[in-house]
């Protein structure tokens, strides 16, 4: 399952590498540690000897331990000196819990970097810089677009906007029912639709639902196995509303943190303060509609089922759109058959200022980092 630390290492040949394939093995590396490693980033690192042959991989540990190229480097030994290193966000040049990333990739005798996204944090910005002046050769942007839409995505946009990178997942009918009008809802989509939603809340750190579907649905909001066993490392489960859940329900339980607010924004500023970066928002339709008004739903994957109900709820209800002209427009990302069902990922259309949520961000990109960019779904987030 994506984000467990036991999956096993990625492969490759013993042949040399280009950056390009280097990096991709740098962005499987880290998808490894995705879910385990905030408040930070998710990095992968990938050492080539003098030979372009890989010499070590490493990936972000848990906060306070080593970063990626640390481990990289560790991995690699001797056979770093000369190299090239390959990593999915510039290296750090601050102190913060570990020494800087520039300075061991200088003490390891590291001549090159590709990194493909520069680190929009200004306190640990400027490993670039750093290098350069080093006399290293530094390359920003290698596979910027893969990289900004992997693991690293969810923790670039809590650094630049401030608020942590919220998810929307829904499943539903061809019509758009998540239910029958008996309100069972038990099982729309397939079994391989429902194993990609238990990966997804894996590397998540957060799954938010609202009490009215806990109480109709009473879900558990945990991350299993194929085999339905829970995976060690499971998300924060978060109750969003002002009813309490039902006595001896899933959700009734101490390790649930229960905001009792409808509103988007004290969510996501609480969250934040427990060093959430990813949500993932599962319901139900009321809490969707006042997160996409409030364009706070930076991402939508729909998982739709092949069939028709023709009544009963709706996925989304009221969204703030009260004319076709406020309709909310979604750049679909991509569409893949899973199983029987459909998935449809899609971001936020385009707004003016707004800074697109997958896109490469450039240490040479010219003008600063914005400190916050209101780039979500909703009425807030168009001009």
């Not at 680190?119 to 400027?126: I, K, R």
């Not at 002002?242 to 500023?269: K, Q």
């Not at 996925?315 to 893949?336: F, K, N, P």
Request: glycine share 14%.
């Amino acid at each position: 399952m994506p984000g467990a630390t036991n999956d096993p290492a990625p492969t490759v040949g013993d042949g040399p590498l280009d950056a390009a394939a280097a990096m991709r093995l740098a962005l499987a590396v880290s998808a490894r540690v995705h879910g385990t490693t905030s408040p930070n980033p998710p990095v992968g690192c990938v050492v080539l000897d003098r030979d372009g042959r890989v010499a070590g991989t490493g990936a972000t540990a848990p906060p306070g331990g080593p970063h990626a190229e640390v481990a990289a480097l560790a991995e690699a030994g001797e056979r770093a000196r000369g190299g090239t290193a390959v990593v999915t966000l510039e290296p750090c040049a601050h102190h913060g819990r570990t020494p800087p990333c520039t300075d061991a990739l200088r003490a390891a005798g590291i001549v090159a970097v590709h990194a493909g996204v520069a680190d929009p944090n200004p306190v640990a910005a400027g490993g670039a810089a750093v290098l350069r002046a080093a006399g290293v050769d530094v390359t920003v942007g290698t596979l910027g677009a893969e990289v900004a839409a992997g693991p690293l995505r969810g923790w670039l946009h809590a650094t630049r906007t401030g608020r942590p990178h919220v998810t929307w997942k829904f499943a539903a009918t061809l019509d758009g029912r998540s239910a029958a009008a008996d309100g069972s809802s038990r099982w729309i989509t397939g079994p391989a639709a429902r194993a990609r939603v238990h990966a997804l809340r894996a590397t998540s750190d957060a799954v938010v639902v609202g009490t009215g579907t806990a109480l109709a649905d009473d879900p558990a909001l945990t991350a299993r196995d194929a085999a339905g066993t829970p995976v060690p490392r499971q998300p924060l489960r978060v109750l969003v509303g002002l009813r309490h859940p039902r006595p001896g329900s899933h959700l009734d339980a101490p390790d649930v943190l229960h905001l009792r607010t409808h509103d988007p924004d004290e969510v996501l500023a609480a969250l934040h303060a427990r060093g959430v970066v990813d949500v993932l928002l599962e319901g139900g339709p009321r809490l969707a509609g006042a997160f996409l008004a409030a364009g706070r739903v930076d991402r939508v994957l729909a998982h739709l089922a092949p069939a028709l109900l023709g009544a009963g709820p709706a996925a989304l209800a009221d969204a703030g759109v009260g004319t076709i002209a406020d309709i909310l427009r979604l750049q679909v990302a991509s569409v893949e058959l899973v199983g029987g069902d459909l998935v449809v990922d899609a971001v936020p259309g385009p707004a003016r200022g707004a800074v697109d949520p997958v896109a490469p961000w450039s240490a040479d990109q010219a003008g600063p980092v914005p400190a916050v960019v209101d780039g979500g779904l909703g009425r807030k987030g168009r001009r």
